[in-house]
């Protein structure tokens, strides 16, 4: 009990208060709802009549017979993908490029984070008039007639770009951030033992980036399984545009809920989450050690 | 869904959730039904138009005070279900048939059967039905509706002598001399998912009639038969003459290209007629969905009803059974379709002489119709429509040549959901 002496009653009673408030403000408002959701998964309910219990049952009609599951899952990882693997390190590019302190670069940098202000709703309704098949600039400007948005094997592709544009702005103002946090001296040592601009950046500045590394990429994860806003804009996310989050609302809000079939979508977004989550946590705390 | 909802996006989210679980009742406000002499109205008519009609309507009630709170038209239809176990106002508007069945059954709704005692001269048969759950009470209080029609620009079918079909054959011919003429034959938009319904709903009682219809509808058929495979087939041999790029487009871009005189016909709602400029109304006229099996004719429309019941908490029953029979009223209905010429009155007592053209045409179009459906989302279980019917027929619109397998998905989710 040696590290005990050191709190006096008052530290402790601080220090329950404290822990306390957070603990059961975690719990009630984060693990209560999620843990209600795992157990609402296991059932069939309209929020009306008592929950019917079926087991796993949501869960093979979910894989077996939800015609939208699997697309929204292949959707939610190709999201992921472009954000993780096109659109940030595009934001990483606009950021090194701005950072050598071009002409009008205040410009181009308000001219990149603009979109960042904007809702992705808003980015989603943009979307519609440049993308629209009728009335949208694209078909007007080059004389096309292809539903963009319509067509479900090539929508996605023309919102995933939408979400990036914004996503861009964001990850550029970090960067610009840290690479301006950057001690001018590594560059210049590393220019005295003869390395070029490239290697500078990528054996130099890229690893001094990493804390700034770590925050883009769980804002990438993030924004990429919560992306609803966008396509539930442009078509309620529907027809090539599915995502779980849709999906979830779809299911649980509305007139009749199929609570339970909600639920257990809402599951498996918690599970993907809670594994990227975990893989994060995990890599953080090795390297503390 | 099933009626015009320009305001559909948005507002959702915020509502679902920070008003739960009292949601529509105009989040933040005291619940509704306070003391005597009030009845609250919990409204979904958010457009400018019927917002206005049920407004003045009310104004002309000489009973208790009534307050109205108007909620989003979406907002107001995806809370429902937390909206009438909450606290719910005295008297919500809502739809027939299917779903209002539904919540009469849960027992969410009064019993407003001795209202239909004093009303029921003032209605048909057809509606009373409509109005009557399955313990052969009524719940509901029909207000006013729309049919379901094709609709054409006087001016451009009469500058090119075409005239309305009458069988499914005359109608894929005109499609063709229209296609030669440079038109987009029927107008076609599914962007928001559920129009299309109005051309499976169509097909389907053109092909297989009523009963099999609301069969079908309520889970009793199976989704594999080959009578249904007919309406689709049926459907994808018109689908050439529908407007490309359906998925891409809302109904008002299509309805607007109808006026445009773009294209030659478009099978949707009266409310159509909202897309039109006050003055180019009288160009805008409709026939019905022309013959396919003989067996039928042309004996069943879509007429989706919109009306008033009474929440089961309701606090001033009374105030708001009184409310009921004023909305009842013929001169109350006259009011609504004065004001929006998308509209028609229930009531058999109201005064059509003040109808324009188009609402006559709608009237008689009714009155000739020997079955009434309320439209696939109306008729059928609101979960089933909206997960399962929307994602569906925009993949048949999308991929029409995967008539099998769809069919076979639609059937085995059919199952889960009605079990």
Same mark, same amino acid.
């Given at each position: 009990m040696a590290p005990n002496r050191r709190y006096s009653a008052g530290d402790r009673a601080v220090i329950a208060v404290g822990l306390g408030l957070a603990v059961a403000l975690e719990l009630a408002l984060i693990w209560g709802p999620a843990l209600a959701s795992v157990a609402l998964s296991g059932t069939d309910w309209d929020g009306i009549e008592r929950p019917r219990w079926i087991g796993g049952g949501n869960y093979a009609d979910l894989a077996a017979?939800? &015609?939208?599951f699997w697309p929204a899952v292949r959707n939610n990882l190709l999201w992921l993908g472009f954000l993780a693997l096109i659109a940030a390190p595009f934001g990483l590019l606009c950021a090194v490029l701005l950072d050598r302190r071009l002409r009008l670069s205040r410009v181009y940098q308000n001219a990149l984070y603009l979109p960042v202000v904007l809702s992705l709703a808003v980015v989603g309704f943009i979307a519609q008039l440049v993308f629209s098949a009728d009335y949208g600039v694209l078909n007007a400007v080059t004389g096309l007639t292809t539903d963009w948005l319509g067509d479900s094997s090539i929508n996605l592709w023309v919102v995933m770009p939408a979400a990036g544009w914004r996503h861009t702005g964001y990850v550029m103002i970090i960067y610009l951030a840290g690479l301006k946090s950057v001690d001018p001296a590594l560059k210049e040592a590393a220019a005295i033992d003869g390395a070029g601009e490239g290697q500078t950046f990528f054996k130099v500045v890229f690893p001094a980036l990493r804390p700034v590394n770590v925050i883009v990429l769980v804002i990438t994860v993030i924004e990429a399984l919560r992306a609803f806003d966008i396509v539930y804009a442009i078509n309620k996310g529907r027809n090539g545009l599915e995502l779980l989050s849709v999906l979830v609302t779809e299911n649980i809000v509305g007139e009749a809920a199929r609570i339970g079939f909600g639920s257990a979508i809402a599951v498996i977004l918690l599970v993907i989450s809670t594994g990227f989550i975990v893989v994060y946590l995990s890599q953080i705390f090795r390297e503390d050690r | 869904m099933g009626q015009p909802m320009i305001t559909r996006r948005g507002a959702l989210l915020g509502a679902a959730a920070f008003c739960v679980p009292a949601a529509p009742a105009g989040c933040g406000g005291p619940p509704g039904g306070s003391g005597a002499g009030t009845v609250t109205v919990g409204s979904n008519a958010s457009d400018a138009v019927p917002k206005k009609a049920l407004q003045q309507v009310v104004d002309g009630f000489g009973g208790a005070t009534v307050r109205i709170d108007t909620v989003d038209h979406n907002t107001f239809q995806e809370n429902i279900n937390r909206y009438l176990r909450g606290t719910p106002d005295d008297v919500f508007t809502w739809f027939s048939g299917y779903r209002m069945r539904f919540f009469a059954e849960q027992g969410l709704a009064t019993d407003v059967s001795d209202v239909w005692r004093r009303i029921g001269g003032d209605y048909t048969p057809a509606l009373k039905a409509a109005s009557s759950a399955a313990d052969g009470r009524q719940y509901f209080v029909p207000f006013t509706y729309y049919p379901w029609a094709v609709f054409y620009r006087k001016s451009v079918w009469a500058d090119r002598d075409y005239r309305p079909p009458k069988t499914l054959d005359e109608l894929t011919a005109l499609a063709g001399r229209m296609k030669r003429d440079g038109l987009i034959p029927i107008g076609f938009a599914d962007k928001d998912g559920w129009p299309a319904m109005g051309t499976f709903d169509i097909l389907n009682m053109r092909l297989n009639g009523y009963d099999f219809h609301i069969s079908l509808m309520s889970g009793k058929e199976s989704w594999t038969d080959r009578r249904v495979k007919a309406v689709f087939d049926t459907w994808r041999g018109l689908l050439t003459h529908h407007q490309p790029a359906a998925l891409g487009r809302t109904w008002q871009e299509a309805a607007q290209s109808l006026a445009r005189g773009q294209t030659g016909m478009y099978l949707l709602g009266m409310f159509v007629a909202q897309q039109f400029p006050p003055r180019e109304l009288d160009d805008l006229d409709l026939f019905t969905f022309p013959e396919i099996n003989p067996k039928y004719g042309t004996d069943a429309i879509d007429a989706p009803i919109d009306g008033y019941m009474i929440s089961a908490?309701?606090?001033n029953v009374e105030g708001a059974k009184a409310l009921l029979e004023h909305l009842a009223a013929a001169s109350s209905q006259n009011i609504a379709t004065e004001l929006d010429p998308g509209t028609l009155a229930c009531s058999a007592k109201a005064d059509t002489r003040g109808y324009t053209p188009l609402q006559q045409r709608g009237a008689d179009l009714v009155s000739g119709a020997r079955h009434i459906a309320q439209f696939l989302d109306r008729d059928t279980r609101p979960d089933f429509a909206s997960t399962v019917m929307i994602p569906a027929l925009q993949r048949f619109i999308g991929r &029409? /040549? /995967?008539?099998d397998a769809l069919l076979r998905d639609i059937e085995a989710q059919k199952t889960n959901i009605f079990r």
């Open positions: 017979e939800y &015609p939208p | 908490k309701a606090r &029409p /040549d /995967d008539i």
